[in-house]
């Protein structure tokens, strides 16, 4: 099969893209061993939905991830050749779990969440996008993201409530996940399928991306096999991003510590810093009697 072309949002964070049905094709693909270019083309004015992935072959131009999956099929390529009956099944429900619990925190966190919407999702998205786009498709998105949120939540009225119940439902999401995935490498045993590629296009971002409001992503955190299994397949598939963004982290922070080292005001000031909180604590402690003056 000749190589094949995929249009996506780019990458960030060392995620081969930021956007969950951009990573979920290129999963599926990379898991496959297929053939293929990505092309970090972040306009979606042109693609023929007006959204991304677009998988580019010869006379078609398919968006949707289900038709993706079947063109691989058409060509005796598909990661979930070996399932029995009932790990089928249990792909199909846990497709659905993660579109009706965790999918509907994601579009709360990214674009409804104040401080987020502001703080990255926004700002990210006016970057990458060309002009006069970049002023159109962050206000859609956002205004997407309300409207869905507002029709799952019609009966409640609080944000905060609306809040809580959102994450909650994506809180026990993640549990099931991890329960689910146990020991394994990946959901159905040792090789990656269909499932997994789903797995990590949800997890991926909400673990990697520089969010303001953390309660979401601090849980996923807490789950450590979800962890390992992200960072597994990002080691494994994804290598070159994974290892460029590790690398550009240790450069930031050894050029941290080297300014550091070389500014004696920002030594001074960490010095000072430390003194006047060894005086605050053994101020508090004569004040409530923790520690005794001597008579």
Same mark, same amino acid.
């Given at each position: 099969m000749r190589q094949l072309l995929v249009d996506v949002w780019k990458g960030d964070w060392g995620l081969a893209s930021v956007d969950l049905d951009c990573l979920q094709v290129l999963a599926y693909l990379k898991f496959n061993? /297929?053939?293929?270019?990505?092309? !970090?083309?972040? !306009?979606?004015?042109?693609t023929p939905e007006g959204k991304f992935p677009v998988l580019r072959?010869?006379?078609?131009?398919l968006t949707k991830f289900e038709d993706i999956v079947a063109y691989m099929e058409e060509k005796n390529i598909s990661s979930d050749y070996g399932l029995t009956k009932k790990q089928a099944a249990e792909t199909q429900a846990y497709s659905v779990l993660l579109r009706e619990k965790l999918f509907p925190a994601l579009q709360f966190l990214w674009w /409804?969440?104040?401080? !987020?919407?502001?703080?990255?999702?926004t700002p990210w998205y006016s970057k990458v996008l060309p002009y006069p786009f970049n002023?159109?498709?962050?206000?859609?998105?956002?205004?997407?993201?309300?409207?869905?949120?507002?029709?799952?939540?019609?009966?409640i009225d609080d944000e905060k409530d609306i809040?809580?119940? /959102?994450?909650?439902?994506?809180?026990?999401?993640l549990t099931t996940l991890s329960v689910r995935l146990g020991t394994n490498d990946f959901m159905f045993g040792s090789h990656p399928t269909q499932i997994d590629a789903m797995l990590y296009a949800y997890l991926a971002p909400l673990l990697?991306?520089?969010?303001?409001?953390?309660?979401?992503?601090?849980?996923?955190?807490?789950?450590?096999?979800?962890?390992?299994? /992200?960072?597994?397949?990002?080691?494994?598939y994804f290598s070159q991003e994974h290892h460029e963004y590790e690398k550009k982290i240790k450069n930031e922070m050894k050029n941290k510590n080297d300014q550091i080292e070389d500014d004696p005001d920002i030594i001074r000031n960490q010095i000072l810093a430390i003194f006047f909180s060894i005086v605050t604590m053994v101020a508090y402690a004569l004040h409530t009697g923790l520690i005794k003056r001597a008579t």
């Open positions: 061993a /297929v053939d293929f270019h990505i092309n !970090n083309a972040n !306009n979606p004015f042109f072959t010869k006379g078609q131009a /409804v969440d104040a401080n !987020n919407e502001k703080g990255l999702t002023f159109y498709y962050p206000g859609k998105y956002k205004r997407n993201a309300e409207i869905m949120i507002a029709s799952l939540y019609e009966n809040k809580d119940k /959102v994450i909650g439902e994506a809180e026990k999401c990697k991306a520089p969010l303001c409001s953390t309660s979401l992503q601090n849980h996923l955190k807490a789950c450590t096999n979800l962890n390992k299994f /992200v960072s597994r397949i990002s080691q494994r």
